[in-house]
């Protein structure tokens, strides 16, 4: 068998349809409520935010959603991404395992985001809207939203977590070339913003903390919408492309995983490549563990608490139902940027309380040691966010090593390293700290959790 299952510039290959688990789930999400009513909102309370086919999008009940014909036109620039055998991997873990990675790194951007960043573009294009306002933790978001926007000809300004602004100057020059305004965030612009300089001036930031900036804008502004990277249904629908492109190229490798495997940050590129391989499981086909990885200094999943939150620190969004560690939290400024927010995608924290995946905790020290085996051994690095995943997916090959059994394991490598090559530097030099997130921050952050009802 090819060692590379790929095919180029095949427009037949890319899926038609997005994915919708909601059709599949054996009992539906928690409702999306008002934060002044308390009450369930309808598509008419999301309108000032977002245009109403992505609404729609949000509250659907159906499995599949078509894939516009012009976003179809620029996936085609690098979809399908390629799923590639990690022999090399394999060979110098000396496991039975078969390790198999969809690579996401592929697209202009560099990672996953753009999958969703044109198709919220279109919608927005579609709908009469001039500007877009977003927010952005390491910069991977802002600069797939700036290369979008630019695509179909929209506005695009960007807060950037203070932290992120600060470690990758790169990042905010790609989204400025893409044509973008990026703002550090908390930033003196906004109310939202102004309110945590004047508790802290030198403020870290957080996506918590800028999302509040970018909605403020979006609200204040008639021909402005709002766009979120992650964590929304209708994000993580976008992103079903990626798995869904892996099962087909699994068949034509002949296999199908045991192990699927993402890193978890809102929980995007995870629900992109677990949510079709959950779904085909719910219909009846073949049972699969599913792993989302997180990083031990926002530890969402894994610590975080199963309640109503605000999607953001300012208190600005609706109520979801999810695994938070409170809208107050600001995780440590660790390198993983797009892994530090404080909540999760609702429908993941759902499929985790319904049984339906695991998941698990690292250390930032570990999970680059295996970002550099895995550059060693197949030659892509990895961002920061991705190699979560990558460690999961070795400790799972050691595990098949230790047992003697051949298990066949699948990964998102959600975004190329070519960004954050000051993460890697750090790790060589033994400067990259193990950072614990303040336990007496996460309690009263908690004790703050909102009451639903
Ligand atoms: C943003 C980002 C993530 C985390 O976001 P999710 O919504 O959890 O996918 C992971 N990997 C990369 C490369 C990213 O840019």
Redo the contacts with the bound molecule.
């Keep these: 068998m090819n060692d590379t299952v790929k095919y180029v510039l095949d427009e037949s290959r890319i899926p038609k349809h997005w994915y919708n688990i909601v059709a599949d789930l054996p009992a539906p999400p928690a409702a999306v409520l008002h934060p002044g009513t308390r009450q369930p909102i309808g598509p008419g309370d999301l309108a000032p935010l977002f245009p109403m086919e992505l609404i729609l999008q949000e509250v659907s009940q159906e499995r599949e959603i078509e894939i516009p014909g012009p976003v179809r036109a620029v996936y085609r620039q690098w979809r399908p991404s390629p799923l590639f055998r990690a022999r090399r991997l394999e060979q110098a873990l000396g496991t039975p395992a078969r390790i198999y990675y969809k690579y ?1 790194g592929v697209s202009p951007a560099g ?3 753009p999958n969703t960043a044109v198709a919220q573009a279109f919608y927005n294009k579609e709908a009469g809207v001039k500007r877009l306002t977003t927010e952005t ?2 910069g ?2 802002g600069s797939s939203l700036a290369f979008a926007g630019q695509v179909f000809g929209l506005e695009v300004k960007v807060f950037m977590v203070r932290v992120s602004y600060d470690q990758k100057p790169y990042r905010r020059a790609l989204m400025e070339t893409y044509g973008a305004r990026c703002v550090p965030s908390p930033s003196p612009e906004t109310r939202s913003g102004q309110a945590i300089l004047a508790q802290r001036a030198d403020h870290p930031g957080s996506l918590g903390i800028a999302i509040s900036e970018a909605v403020e804008v979006a609200a204040t502004d008639d021909d402005a919408k709002y766009a979120l ?3 929304l249904n209708h994000v993580l629908m976008h992103q079903t492309i990626i798995g869904q492109e892996a099962i087909a190229q699994l068949e034509m490798a002949d296999d199908y995983p045991d192990v699927v495997i ?9 629900a992109g490549i677990a949510f079709p391989f959950i779904g085909a499981k719910l219909r009846g086909g073949p049972g699969v563990r599913v792993i989302a990885v997180e990083p031990a200094a926002c530890p969402t999943l894994t610590r975080g608490r199963y309640a109503y939150d605000f999607g953001d620190t300012g208190h600005l969004t609706p109520l979801v139902k999810m695994h938070t560690l409170g809208s107050g939290f600001t995780p440590p400024g660790f390198h993983a940027g ?2 530090r927010y404080h909540g999760m995608a609702p429908l993941v924290s759902h499929c985790l309380d319904l049984g339906l995946m695991e998941a698990r905790a690292y250390r930032q020290n570990e999970v680059f040691a295996a970002g550099v085996q895995f550059a060693r051994a197949e030659g892509i690095v990895p ?1 920061p ?2 190699n979560h995943a990558v460690k999961c997916a070795i400790d799972e090959a050691l595990a098949c090593k230790s047992e003697g059994r051949a298990r066949t394991i699948l990964f998102n490598l ?2 190329h390293g070519h960004f954050d090559m000051q993460a890697y530097t750090d790790f060589f030099s033994g400067s990259l700290q193990d950072q614990a997130y303040d336990e007496e921050e996460l309690e009263t952050a908690l004790a703050a959790l909102p009451v639903a009802t």
Excluded: D
Aim: some cysteine; charged content about 10%.
């Design positions: 996401e990672s996953h985001k933790g390491a991977q978001w990277g992650s964590v993402g890193c978890a940050g809102g929980g995007s590129n995870f797009g892994l961002a966010e991705a959600s975004g």
